[in-house]
């Protein structure tokens, strides 16, 4: 089993920025993608900010120039730097890694719990 646990959200003034960060634990021999998704109350889940394991990287066009995601393949983590948050941005922040436990096992997508992003003044 593996276990995505973030950190870092809060709340922060309108043009304030965060970082969020997240630990990937358990079984892994491999992962993949690892991203950020964001979700607001009466809509959908949606992608923030994606980077592969080779360091490619893809964001939604409402964070481009604001956000940077980044990870450390040693240690299993990916960041997301936020700065110029716009009280848009308050949502619930939740990791996402696709994950291999085994050579030639299957590729699961594994979440973490969520973590509060609340900007307002």
């Known amino acids: 089993q593996v276990q995505l646990v973030e950190s870092g959200g809060g709340l922060v003034q309108p043009g304030g920025s965060l970082r969020l960060s997240c630990a990937a634990s358990?079984?892994?021999?491999?992962?993949?993608?690892m991203g950020w998704y964001r979700r607001t109350p009466g809509k959908q889940r949606e992608l923030v900010a994606l980077?592969?394991?080779?360091?490619?990287?893809n964001y939604t066009d409402s964070v481009k120039g604001r956000f940077a995601v980044s990870r450390d393949n040693t240690k299993n983590t990916v960041s997301l730097q936020m700065d110029s948050l716009k009280p848009e941005d308050t949502a619930v922040y939740y990791c996402?890694?696709?994950?291999?436990?085994?050579?030639?096992?299957?590729?699961?997508?594994?979440w973490g719990q969520g973590t509060q992003v609340t900007v307002s003044s």
């Open positions: 980077i592969t394991s080779g360091g490619r990287t």
């Open positions: 358990g079984r892994i021999y491999s992962i993949y993608a």
């Open positions: 996402n890694g696709a994950v291999q436990g085994r050579p030639y096992g299957p590729v699961i997508n594994y």
